[in-house]
């Protein structure tokens, strides 16, 4: 069965520091998407970035980068130069098959910045 | 463009009652899902509906069911309830598979 490692329970930061949170998954599919969502204290998860078994090209959106490497199946998150704003539980996803199935939650880091 | 909506934003029920939770998906989207969010934990797949049909199920027991309609609504129905299903009840659409899911406020569910 397919399952999302998120080793790194709780982690803070000084404010402006940068951070990489872990993500390790396991799957017998070649078709999959790997995703991360950022759930701040409102509850309501954001959805930040997916990618595709087949893509391995590494991305960058701002301060957010992301490095997926399916030879370590590991797909980690970057923030660089940390903000207060960026405080939340962040959780990496795994879905398996064309359709999107089996969706499947690591628990969860929690990332505290602090001014 | 509204986004996902779900109904209601909370509900306290006692043991053994019976509850409907309500999501109207993104516009153009087709597919909802839903999830039950322990405290401290990730989400958990509880099933999947397209085109009406329940597509994928997790590891959720009978009592947990759902319905979805022609215009893509669903609902979550939760019978006998358990204080174990306290828990924030999260709503995704998506349009078909593989594709990215954005997520409703969520339902607050808690069981006394």
């Known amino acids: 069965a397919q399952k999302v490692t998120q080793a790194q329970t709780e982690i803070s930061v000084v404010e402006k520091e940068d951070v990489t949170l872990d993500c390790v998954y396991e799957?017998?599919?070649?078709?999959?998407?790997l995703f991360w969502y950022k759930q701040p204290p409102s509850g309501e998860l954001v959805f930040l970035i997916r990618r595709n078994s087949f893509d391995e090209q590494n991305e960058i959106s701002g301060r957010y980068s992301w490095n997926f490497q399916k030879s370590t199946s590991s797909f980690n998150f970057t923030i660089t130069a940390s903000q207060v704003v960026d405080s939340a539980v962040y959780f990496c996803?795994?879905?398996?098959?064309?359709?999107?199935?089996?969706?499947?939650f690591g628990p969860g880091t929690r990332l505290s910045v602090l001014p | 463009d509204a986004g996902v909506t779900q109904s209601p934003t909370h509900l306290i029920k006692t043991r053994g009652q019976q509850v409907t939770l309500r999501c109207s998906p993104k516009?153009?989207?087709?597919?909802v899902s839903w999830y039950q969010q322990a405290l401290g934990q990730g989400p958990q797949f509880i099933f999947q509906y397209y085109e009406e049909e329940e597509r994928q199920r997790g590891n959720f027991p009978d009592r947990f069911s759902g319905h979805q309609f022609p215009n893509y609504s669903s609902e979550l129905n939760v019978n006998a309830l358990l204080l174990g299903d306290s828990a924030l009840y999260l709503c995704a659409s998506s349009l078909g598979g593989g594709s990215e899911q954005f997520f409703g406020p969520g339902t607050r569910l808690t069981v006394l």
């Open positions: 799957t017998r599919d070649t078709t999959y998407y």
């Open positions: 996803a795994l879905s398996e098959g064309n359709y999107g199935q089996n969706f499947v």
């Open positions: 516009s153009g989207h087709d597919t």
